[in-house]
């Protein structure tokens, strides 16, 4: 029998910042019949309103959701395809705008839904997850904002022989890195 859990939480970060290997979700058993498929994922503002300094402008977030920590948490290693510990990825843009009341970020249209990571079918998380962030912006005012989200899990029944091959999968494999 599966079962569908999901994992809510929150971060600060400054805009036109990165992080890597944030901690969403760790799993440190002998157990090694159960494992969980992301079958949803979404991040969003929380915090839209911060000043932005004098001019309106765009402003970018890219995040990804990797199976093993080592991801550099720079803009151009956040969304690739080419890292094998990386299973979803987002790229959403905003609209910054300077207002006489409050600044504020503004959606820019992403569809079908602005804050869904596109996942990697069939991953089976065996070992944890980590969440790689980063935004970047036309602004150089870099207030810190708080940034909300889901991770939509799914629980599989394993055989012990499918959950090694997994953990070996979920793993960094290029000897450079």
Known sequence: MSRTMSL????????NAFMADHELFR????????GWEVVGAYIWPTTTRAAIGAAAGQFQAVASLATDTGNRGVADTICTAAD????AWIQSGFQMRNSAVSDFLANSGNSPNPAAFVIDPEHIIAN????????????TTSPTREWSYMIILKTKKLDPKETILHLIKNVAQDIVN
């Open 8 to 15: 809510r939480g929150s971060f600060e970060i400054a805009d």
């Open 128 to 139: 944890g997850l980590w969440l790689n962030f980063g935004t970047t912006s036309d602004s």
């Open 84 to 87: 094998n510990r990386q299973i």
């Open 27 to 34: 799993y440190e058993a002998n157990d090694l019949t159960k």
